[in-house]
């Protein structure tokens, strides 16, 4: 099949979240299961482009926008997968310090211009270039229109994606690209269908909402997530019912991992290998995780990590209230990457001065750093609210680093829940999530560390041995666009 990815980020040429680890992996297991896979991006200028320079592709493309015709370019980059990626190059929309938001976290006034520039250029490339795709691939509100573009497309010429379906992937359901109606005759869809069924969400254009209801499947990145969204109007912020009416049209399919980048036998970015059995370069991480965090140097003491972005969705203002005593009673430490919530990341960024050795935290994003507090750590914590698959839970099975997890969307589908009597599952789950609760399961986790050694032994060689890789999840998608 003739595949085309549309999306926002993308390993290893800009990533905020595990959206960029999707789209970095998945089209290579695709094009190894024998399809023809294209991968088109804007050209942000943060992009860092790894296997050397860009091939320019079109000089000048001419993308419709509402009452006027913009011209951008396209570039071009194979990566070792033969895998192609085409980007979009419109300087006054992605020459900026960031990508969605400015540097103090406040989002761009024109993303709705952006992002619906971006995906109707990313179509016309697809039609300039002759490419017909069976599928159009599209992820998250960014590229959501994709499906109403390409409706609209054929519409004025038949022959454009005559035989194309269209998939949207919901990686959070949280972020629906909501905007002022005043964007709406930039975009350029036909105002019939700016109705509350379609696109209009209380006087607003709802990006998401609107590639709902055009796209031939929807998908989200775990079954229990997608039940979760589908029934409850809270967690699906209010789009519960227009999943419901996509019936069978819209399923959950589990992310998996990229093994070739994130494996303890292999990562280039940890300072020593190791596997089951062969432990020992796990310590040799861990000395190097405690002299990086400034913890004390201490083998015996378990250490529970954390890399998230510090937004509402992962309930890390839930562990602020109760982090201080736990740190105060057990005998731990704690190690925390991540940024975003200035609140947060002030309250992180100075605690290590309350707990001198014992609470380190390093507030920004640092792919290098990621890597080490999963290698690192004997425990990894992910208090989320909501998680619609999470990424960060499996790279941490596969690092011997035990997570302990609110038991929602893609957490509760990945862990096993540890059992005392025997020593199985593979990490500590808890369902409510209150102070207590989340105190209570550190806690457990812990006496597990000091008082049952052996199961963390065998729980640790249980979840290094877990497989979540891509082909499974590749093939799932495979079965979908066939359909
Ligand atoms: P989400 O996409 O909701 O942020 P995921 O668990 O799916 O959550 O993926 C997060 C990805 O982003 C992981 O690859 C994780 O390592 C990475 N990440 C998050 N915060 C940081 C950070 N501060 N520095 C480096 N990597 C980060
Ligand atoms: C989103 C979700 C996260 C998921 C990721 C990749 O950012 O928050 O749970 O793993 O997308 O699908």
Redesign the pocket.
């Known amino acids: 099949m003739k595949i085309a990815m549309l999306a926002s980020e993308c390993t290893p040429f800009i ?7 999707v789209v970095g992996a998945l089209p290579a297991v695709l094009q190894r299961l024998g399809h023809d896979v294209v991968v088109i991006l804007p050209a942000y200028s943060l992009n860092t482009y790894p296997d050397g320079k860009l091939t320019p592709f079109f000089s000048k493309m001419g993308v419709k926008m509402g009452g006027k015709e913009e011209w951008c370019s396209v570039h071009y980059a194979d990566n070792a997968e033969g895998v192609r990626h085409y980007f979009i190059e419109f300087n006054q929309y992605f020459q900026r310090e960031g990508i969605y938001n400015n540097s103090s976290m406040k989002e761009f006034d024109d993303n709705a211009e952006r992002f619906s520039f971006f995906t109707k250029a990313a179509l016309q490339l697809l039609k300039d270039m002759k490419f017909s795709p069976d599928v159009v691939h599209a992820h998250d509100w960014q590229t959501a229109l994709a499906p109403a573009y390409v409706t609209e497309m054929r519409k004025a010429d038949k022959c454009c994606f005559s035989n194309t379906k269209t998939i949207l992937t919901i ?2 359901v949280g972020y629906q690209g909501l905007f002022s109606a005043q964007s709406y005759s930039y975009i350029g869809l036909p105002w019939s269908a700016f109705t509350s069924d379609i696109l209009e969400d209380y006087g607003k254009i709802n990006f998401l909402k609107g590639g709902i209801y055009f796209a031939d499947k929807v998908t989200t990145v775990s079954p229990t997530y997608a039940a979760q969204i589908r029934h409850d109007s809270h967690l699906s912020f209010g789009m519960d019912s227009f999943l419901r009416a996509k019936k069978d049209n819209f399923v959950g399919i589990l ?1 998996g991992v990229d093994y070739t980048l994130w494996d303890p036998r292999t990562d280039k970015k940890i300072p020593a290998h190791y596997w089951k059995g062969k432990w020992k370069g796990k310590a040799v991480c861990k000395k190097e995780l405690q002299r990086r965090f400034r913890l004390s140097d201490d083998a015996a003491v378990p250490i529970v990590g954390i ?3 510090f ?1 509402e ?2 309930g890390l203002d839930i562990l602020a209230s109760t982090i201080e005593a736990v740190l105060n009673t057990m005998h731990i430490q704690i190690a925390i ?3 975003g919530d200035s609140r947060l990341e002030h309250y992180y960024g100075t605690l290590p001065q309350k707990f001198h050795g014992r609470f380190g935290s ?1 507030i ?4 290098d ?2 890597h080490l507090v ?1 290698a690192g750590s004997d425990f990894f914590l ?1 208090p989320s609210r909501y ?7 499996l ?1 941490s099975l596969r690092y011997g680093t035990l997570p302990i997890v609110r038991a929602t969307g893609g957490l509760d589908d990945t862990i096993e829940q540890y059992t005392e009597k025997n020593g199985k599952g593979t990490g500590f789950k808890f369902d409510d999530l209150t102070p207590n609760a989340l105190y209570d399961t550190i806690g457990w986790a812990v006496s597990t560390w000091y008082d049952r050694k052996k199961h963390i032994t065998s729980m640790k060689n249980r979840a290094i041995g877990q497989d979540f890789s891509w082909e499974a999840s590749a093939r799932e998608y495979e079965e979908l666009y066939r359909s």
């Open positions: 990533k905020t979240g595990g959206l960029a680890d990686h959070n992310n890399v998230s972005r937004a969705q992962k990457l991540g940024s390093f920004g994003y640092d792919d750093l990621a999963e992910m998680e619609p698959c999470g990424l960060n839970q790279y």
